[in-house]
C-alpha cells in the first residue's frame, strides 16, 4: 500500500470554515499525475485533493491554483515560486474493511501543517462511486480518471430535474438521453417492454424520432396527422376548466367570468345522469332543470330551424320529457306543481307529434322531425321555466361545477352565454367572448384540437396519452412525443397547462383509488416559455395560468408519482418556485450574465466556484449537481446516435448556400397544407 509520503503534494497553508489554502511542493506534478498507475490531471480547478484527519482522508475540491507573490523595492510583485492551492472541503473518506466509502461533510477540519495528498484511483472512483442497481451511467468525469459517472433514478425524476443550458450546448441530447438510457437500464432489467410513461411537451417538434427502436410504445402526437405515424393532438375544450376558459377570454370578474362560468355549468349538468341524489323529487327537479338549459341554448342557436340540427334537436327532446314522464311515475305523493307539470308534459308531447314526420322507403319506415315553430318552442320555454320555479329545488351537491371535465357540445357555449346575458345588463359585455369561441372552432387548425369531433371520452384520453397497453408479454409502457410546434401562439399556453393538469389530477386520484402511485414522467421543452415568471398585477393570462400549473406539479407530484424533467437555455426566466424544486441538475455551457446568476444562487456557496466553468464548457459537456450525484461533477455526456438525436442542430448555412447540400425549391405542397388544401392534387400540377 502506498504510503501517504509517496502521495503528499503539498502543506496546508491557512484554514477558514469556507476555504483551505496550502502550499504545493517543488516535487508536486505541472499538468499530469501519474498514482498507483492511474493517469489524472493535476493540477486543476474543480479537480480533488485529499487531507488526512483522524476520521480518514477530508476531501477538498480545488478552487483556485496560484503562485505566492512577495513584493519588492520596486513595487512589482514577483512569484515567490511557491505555488499554492485553495480547496473548499465536500466530505470524507473512510478506508473500511470492505473497501472506500465517501461521506459529504465533514466532522472536523484540517490544521495547518497537514499534509495535501493526492486520490487514487480507489479513492476518485468512491467519490463518485454509486452502485445503486437503480441508477443509469450518463458519461464520464475526465477530473477523477474518467469514472463513469451513475445517476439513481428516483432521485433524477421523483424529486424533478432541471437541464439548463445555451442552444447548440448539448442540452436536447442530455433530455433524450436521460430518458432513452433509463428505459434501456428497465428493459435490461425486465428483459422486456418497461411499464414507464413518458409524457414530452415538445414545443419546436425536435423529438420525433428521439426513442425509435426502442421496446415501448411510442406515440406521436401533433396538430395534425404530417405522417402516417402521428396522431392527432386531442385537447377538447370541455376538458378545460373554468379558469382555464377565463384565461382564454381574459374574462373581467364583474361581468364575463359569472356569465360564463354560469354557462360552463348549465352545460355540463344538461350531460349529467339524474342519480346524483336519491330523492326522487329532487331528481325530477333536476330533470326539469336540465330540459330547462336545453331549451335555453336551443333557443340562442335556433337549432330548431336548421335543417341540419332541426331532427337533433327533435329526438333530445323527445328523449328529456320522457324521462321526466318515467320519474314522475316512480312518485306516490301528490306534488304542488303536478298539474302543471303534468301540462308541460302533455304540450311537449303535443309538440312532438305535430312536428314528427315519416315516410317509406324500400318498404321500411323512416321517421323524421320537421321544423319546429319559433313561438311555440319559445312557449315551451316559459312554460318550463314557470314549472321549474314552483318545484323542489335540488341541493347544491347535486349541481355539477364548471371546472367538472362533463362533455359538452362547445358549439352550445355561446348561445347559452348569449341567453344568460340577454336577462341580465351585460349583453353588450359579451360580444367579444362569443365571437371567439366561434372563431376558435372555425380555425382549421384548432376545431380538431379543441372540438368535439371526432368524440374522445376522458377515459379515451387519460388512456391514450398516460395509460399503458396489455399484451400477452404482460404490461407494456409508453412514451407519448406531443408536438406543440404549430398550435397558435395565443392558445398553445392554454393547452400545454391543461395537458399538465389533467395529468397530474388523474394521478392524483389514482392514488386516491389505488393507495399507490403510478410512477409517471413529465417533460417540458423550452420550459422558460411556459414557466416564466410573472407578476401578481398580470389578471387572468394563459400564460400566468400555466405557470401556476407547474408550480402545484412541482411542489407536489412527487406524491403522486409524477416526476418533472425541465429544459431551458433561459434559467434567468424561469419560475422560482420550479426551479426551487428540483433537486438535480444538469448544466451545459451558460453565457448570459443573469443566467449564471440566477444558477448560482441554487448551489450552496462552498461549492459556487465549480460554476465559473459554465462559460467555457464544450458542447456535451455538463455540469452535475444535486441530490442525484454525491458532488458536483464535470461530465463528459455520453453521446447519442445521430439517428436517434432531438432535431436542434445548428442549420449549415455553408453546405447549403455553396450548393454542397440541394434543398427542395417547391413551395406548392407547403403552401397547399398551410391553407389547408388538398396536398394530393400537386401530383397533378
Keep these: 500500500m502506498m504510503q501517504n509520503s509517496d502521495k503528499c503534494v503539498g502543506v496546508v497553508d491557512s484554514v477558514s470554515a469556507s476555504e483551505v489554502k496550502g502550499y504545493l511542493l517543488d516535487s508536486a506534478p505541472q499538468n499530469v499525475a501519474l498514482s498507483l498507475g492511474g493517469l489524472s490531471l493535476f493540477p486543476r480547478v474543480n479537480g480533488f485533493l485529499m487531507i488526512p484527519n483522524e476520521t480518514g482522508n477530508l476531501v477538498g475540491m480545488v478552487n483556485w491554483i496560484g503562485f505566492n507573490h512577495m513584493a519588492t523595492g520596486n513595487d512589482v510583485d514577483l512569484p515567490k515560486g511557491s505555488r499554492m492551492v485553495s480547496m473548499s472541503i465536500l466530505g470524507h473518506i473512510e478506508h473500511r474493511l470492505n473497501g472506500v466509502a465517501f461521506e459529504r461533510g465533514a466532522f472536523s477540519l484540517p490544521t495547518v501543517g497537514d499534509q495535501i495528498l493526492l486520490p487514487s484511483e480507489v479513492e476518485l472512483e468512491a467519490i463518485i462511486k454509486n452502485t445503486q442497481e437503480d441508477s443509469i451511467v450518463i458519461g464520464k468525469s475526465p477530473l477523477t480518471g474518467n469514472q463513469p459517472v451513475r445517476l439513481p433514478i428516483n432521485e433524477l425524476f421523483g424529486r424533478h430535474i432541471a437541464v439548463l443550458g445555451n442552444t447548440g450546448s448539448g442540452k436536447s441530447c442530455t433530455v433524450a438521453g436521460l430518458i432513452r438510457w433509463t428505459i434501456e437500464a428497465c428493459i435490461t432489467k425486465r428483459g422486456s417492454s418497461p411499464n414507464a410513461r413518458v409524457i414530452v411537451l415538445d414545443p419546436n417538434g425536435e423529438y420525433g424520432s428521439a426513442f425509435n427502436g426502442l421496446d415501448i410504445d411510442v406515440l406521436k402526437c401533433s396538430v395534425k396527422s404530417i405522417e402516417d405515424s402521428t396522431n392527432q393532438l386531442r385537447v377538447p375544450a370541455w376538458m378545460w376548466n373554468g379558469s382555464e376558459w377565463s384565461s382564454v377570454f381574459q374574462a373581467s370578474d364583474k361581468t364575463q367570468k359569472p356569465l360564463l362560468r354560469e354557462a360552463l355549468r348549465i352545460l355540463r349538468g344538461s350531460q349529467m345522469t339524474t342519480g346524483a341524489s336519491n330523492n326522487l323529487e329532487e331528481q325530477l327537479t333536476q330533470i326539469v332543470r336540465y330540459i330547462d338549459n336545453f331549451l ?14 332541426k331532427g337533433n334537436f327533435g329526438r333530445e327532446l323527445e328523449e328529456r320529457v320522457k324521462s321526466v314522464r318515467d320519474q314522475l311515475a316512480k312518485i306516490d305523493s301528490e306534488l304542488p306543481c303536478g298539474d302543471e307539470i303534468k301540462k308541460m308534459l302533455a304540450d311537449s308531447e303535443a309538440l312532438l307529434k305535430k312536428n314528427k314526420k315519416s315516410f317509406i322507403k324500400n318498404g321500411e319506415q323512416i321517421e323524421y322531425y320537421d321544423f319546429f315553430a319559433d313561438d311555440s318552442v319559445k312557449q315551451l320555454y316559459e312554460q318550463v321555466k314557470k314549472c321549474l320555479a314552483n318545484m323542489k ?13 362533463v362533455e359538452f357540445h362547445i358549439s352550445d357555449l355561446a348561445p347559452c352565454i348569449e341567453g344568460l346575458a340577454k336577462s341580465t345588463a351585460a349583453a353588450q359585455y359579451i360580444d367579444f367572448m362569443t365571437v371567439r369561441i366561434k372563431s376558435m372552432l372555425r380555425n382549421a387548425i384548432l376545431a380538431p384540437v379543441i372540438g368535439n369531433t371526432p368524440d374522445i371520452s376522458l377515459l379515451d384520453w387519460i388512456e391514450t396519452y398516460l395509460g399503458t397497453s396489455k399484451e400477452d408479454s404482460g404490461i407494456r409502457g409508453k412514451v407519448c412525443i406531443i408536438d406543440c410546434s404549430l398550435l397558435p401562439s395565443e392558445i398553445v399556453h392554454l393547452l400545454v397547462a391543461t395537458i399538465a393538469r389533467l395529468v397530474f389530477e388523474a394521478l392524483q386520484r389514482y392514488r386516491k383509488h389505488y393507495g399507490k402511485e403510478i410512477p409517471t414522467l413529465l417533460v417540458i421543452e423550452e420550459a422558460h416559455s411556459f414557466i416564466h415568471k410573472y407578476s401578481d398585477v398580470e ?22 408519482g409524477l416526476g418533472l424533467l425541465i429544459s431551458s437555455q433561459r434559467p434567468s426566466e424561469l419560475s422560482s418556485t420550479v426551479l426551487s424544486q428540483c433537486n438535480s441538475f444538469v448544466l451545459h455551457r451558460i453565457v448570459n450574465d443573469r443566467d449564471q446568476e440566477m444558477v448560482r444562487k441554487m448551489v450552496p456557496d462552498n461549492l459556487g466556484n465549480i460554476l465559473g466553468e459554465l462559460p467555457a464548457l464544450p458542447t456535451k459537456k455538463a455540469i452535475v449537481l ?59 400540377d
Design 539 to 560: 389578471d387572468n393570462s394563459s400564460g400566468k395560468l400555466c405557470t401556476q400549473v407547474f408550480e402545484r406539479v412541482a411542489r407536489e407530484g412527487r406524491k403522486f
Design 296 to 309: 335555453c341554448v336551443a333557443i340562442n342557436k335556433q337549432s330548431y330551424l336548421s335543417k341540419e340540427e
Design 626 to 684: 444535486g441530490s442525484a450525484i454525491t458532488v458536483p461533477t464535470i461530465v463528459d455526456i455520453n453521446e447519442l446516435p445521430s439517428s436517434v438525436r432531438p432535431k436542434s442542430e445548428t442549420p449549415d448555412f455553408w453546405k447549403v448556400w455553396t450548393g454542397q447540400e440541394a434543398r427542395e425549391q417547391d413551395w406548392v405542397p407547403v403552401i397547399r397544407e398551410w391553407q389547408k388544401q388538398d396536398v394530393s392534387s400537386t401530383n397533378s
Design 393 to 405: 329545488q335540488c341541493e347544491d351537491s347535486s349541481i355539477v361545477s364548471e371546472d367538472d371535465p
